[in-house]
């Protein structure tokens, strides 16, 4: 298994220009010397031009948290693709939990965004997760199934390769419960396998798969060592250097 693991930071709704460039120069200065991990950090829109100059001459890449799938024109309040490429970013956050289900994002928008990410040059990190009443349910197949199904409709197997599924089972996130490794692992391996049926096995095997949801430098090691879980994307534990650094040194 030759996929190199991925670890990126989902700064969300926090931190202030001075704290954000800080953090940044703190994490250029804790990982010069990382390379065998990618590495991304995604701050909120007003401060990825100075988070990006920050990370200037660094390994680590600048992803944005979120995007809307028109070129340009009258849509207030958006951000387009080209105008994240432009600021240097060169991932981008789609269907996040948090987007799903407090903004209310059906699948069908975020297949919008992400053949448009793709179409621009970003390379998505593409959310899914049930919440805790579908995992109670014993619906977690059926509905991350379809989130993944839909998400990608129209993505070519060429392009599905520049997408990071991210799985973040809802009930994990910001709450300090994680998924067992067991139950992660069995989602993921899911989900890979469901990848092979819509694409191939080839595909599959060259997708990353992230694990997100209260990931930590405590927990990070054990998840990042199973055979299906490719990186974290982690919410939380991204916004202290020591915190975020201890997750890359568990990568494999
Ligand atoms: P958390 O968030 O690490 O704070 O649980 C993860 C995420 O929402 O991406």
Not at 92 to 104: F, Y
Not at 138 to 162: F, W
Not at 181 to 188: D, L, M, N, S
Request: glycine fraction near 10%; aromatic fraction near 6%; charge should be negative.
């Amino acid at each position: 298994m030759s996929r190199k693991q991925f670890v990126a930071g989902n700064w969300k709704m926090n931190l202030n220009n001075a704290s954000a460039v800080k953090l940044a120069e703190g994490l250029v200065a804790k990982l010069a010397g990382n390379a065998k991990v990618d590495v991304a950090v995604c701050p909120p829109f007003p401060y990825l031009a100075a988070v990006g100059k920050a990370l200037a001459g660094s390994k680590i890449a600048l992803g944005a948290q979120d995007m809307f799938y028109e070129e340009d024109g009258a849509y207030t309040g958006e951000v387009s693709a080209a105008m994240l490429k432009d600021v240097g970013c060169t991932y981008v956050i789609l269907g996040h939990s948090e987007r799903r289900h407090v903004i209310g994002e059906t699948d069908e928008l975020i297949n919008r965004k992400q053949l448009k990410a793709i179409a621009a040059g970003l390379l998505p990190i593409f959310c899914v997760g049930e919440l805790l009443a579908e995992r109670q349910a014993e619906e977690t197949t059926e509905v991350v199934s379809r989130q993944v199904r839909l998400g990608l409709e129209g993505v070519s197997a060429a392009d599905a390769r520049k997408v990071t599924v991210a799985y973040e089972p809802v009930w994990a996130i910001g709450t300090g419960v994680v998924a067992t490794v067991q139950q992660a692992q069995e989602v993921h391996k899911m989900i890979r396998q469901l990848l092979a049926e819509m694409y191939d096995s080839a595909t599959a095997q060259a997708m990353r798969i992230q694990y997100g949801g209260s990931v930590k430098a405590s927990n990070a090691a054990e998840l990042l060592a199973c055979e299906d879980i490719d990186g974290a994307l982690v919410g939380g534990a991204s916004l202290k250097v020591d915190e975020f650094a201890g997750i890359i040194a568990g990568a494999r």
